[in-house]
Antibody, heavy 120, light 107 residues
Framework: QLQLQESGPGLVKPSETLSLTCTVS??????????WGWIRQPPGKGLEWIGS???????YYNPSLKSRVTISVDTSKNQFSLKLSSVTAADTAVYYC????????????WGQGTLVTVSS | SSELTQDPAVSVALGQTVRITCQGD??????ASWYQQKPGQAPVLVIY???NRPSGIPDRFSGSSSGNTASLTITGAQAEDEADYYC??????????FGGGTKLTVL
């Protein structure tokens, strides 16, 4: 059974960079047909797609976040990572990683999510 | 535009049928997927593609699409179906927006 687990600091200061890693177990991150994505959810609000990456390093980002987002992949560790720069309180959210079936347009496996709070 | 629009809230009587809709121009070209989210939990995929259910999802959940509107139908709603439901799709630029979500109340 595929499992995804987010990890990283739960508290980030304003203007700094948020960094999270998603570790994939029970399957290979190098599987064809699958991208690997990040989605976030501010408290009490809806889901927002941040971006997705293929094991080759090909990326797609949400246009509204593109200038601040970098997603990378480490196939040797079966991990992919998110960096979001110049954070503000508006970036406070639960951040989820998920397997992204690109061809059939869905996210089929999700991590449990991790709350990141932006505060001084 | 890749924006997806959902009704904020819908209610259904126990055992009745409810349809949750998602509107957007991109749905004329791409299928929607649907997610159920209960408080404090990660979203769960319930429908994808033309009308596909992942393993473990009850067959009372079904999906359909017409023009710029995708629909999730729950036939014989149960108390445990009370949750937030989100649609997701893509556009030609590779953007993958979510709808704003629909809160389903089972009466």
């Amino acid at each position: 059974q595929l499992q995804l687990q987010e990890s990283g600091p739960g508290l980030v200061k304003p203007s700094e960079t948020l960094s999270l890693t998603c570790t994939v177990s029970g399957g290979s991150i190098s599987s064809s047909s699958y991208y690997w994505g990040w989605i976030r959810q501010p408290p009490g609000k809806g889901l927002e797609w941040i971006g997705s990456i293929y094991y080759s390093g090909s990326t797609y980002y949400n246009p509204s976040l593109k200038s601040r987002v970098t997603i990378s992949v480490d196939t040797s560790k079966n991990q992919f990572s998110l960096k979001l720069s110049s954070v503000t309180a508006a970036d406070t959210a639960v951040y989820y990683c998920a397997r992204h079936n690109w061809n059939y347009v869905h996210f089929d496996y999700w991590g449990q999510g991790t709350l990141v709070t932006v505060s001084s | 535009s890749s924006e997806l629009t959902q009704d904020p809230a819908v209610s259904v009587a126990l055992g009745q049928t409810v349809r949750i809709t998602c509107q957007g121009d991109s749905l004329r070209s791409y299928y929607a997927s649907w997610y159920q989210q209960k408080p404090g939990q990660a979203p769960v995929l319930v429908i994808y593609g033309k009308n596909n259910r992942p393993s473990g999802i009850p067959d009372r959940f079904s999906g359909s699409s017409s023009g710029n509107t995708a629909s999730l139908t729950i036939t014989g709603a149960q108390a445990e179906d009370e949750a937030d439901y989100y649609c997701n799709s893509r556009d030609s630029s590779g953007n993958h927006p979510f709808g704003g979500g629909t809160k389903l109340t089972v009466l």
